[in-house]
């Protein structure tokens, strides 16, 4: 996890992620899981490309499942990007580089 990269707990979800200003892409992951990891590099790279536009949110689902039920999340990764704290996409599984920069592209503009 890079500086780019915020870890997400109930205590700080609504800071960092519902009023944020900007977009913010919540992982929704855990240690055990290879395709979590696989992404994992991929985000910091985003994140570092979109500093200032966008932010990468971090939640271990072993540690805070409580989060994970509340957005429904039932398989990891799961990616969540929220604007003004809605909901506007959601992807589910390890994604290649190329569709996450196009998307957060869209997202951010």
């Not at 919540?26 to 991929?42: G, L, S």
């Not at 990891?76 to 190329?98: A, Y």
């Amino acid at each position: 996890m890079s500086e780019l990269t915020v870890t997400v707990t109930p205590t700080n979800f609504k800071t960092a992620v519902l009023t944020a200003k900007t977009l913010v892409l919540v992982d929704f992951w855990a240690e055990w899981c290879a395709p979590c990891r696989a992404v994992a590099p991929i985000l910091d790279e985003l994140a570092q490309k979109y500093k200032g536009k966008f932010t990468v949110a971090k939640v271990n689902v072993d540690e805070v499942p409580d989060l994970a039920a509340q957005f429904g999340v039932l398989n990891i990764p799961t990616l969540i990007f929220f604007k003004d704290g809605q909901e506007v996409d959601r992807l589910v599984g390890s994604q290649p580089k190329s569709q996450l920069d196009a998307k957060i592209q869209k997202l951010t503009s």
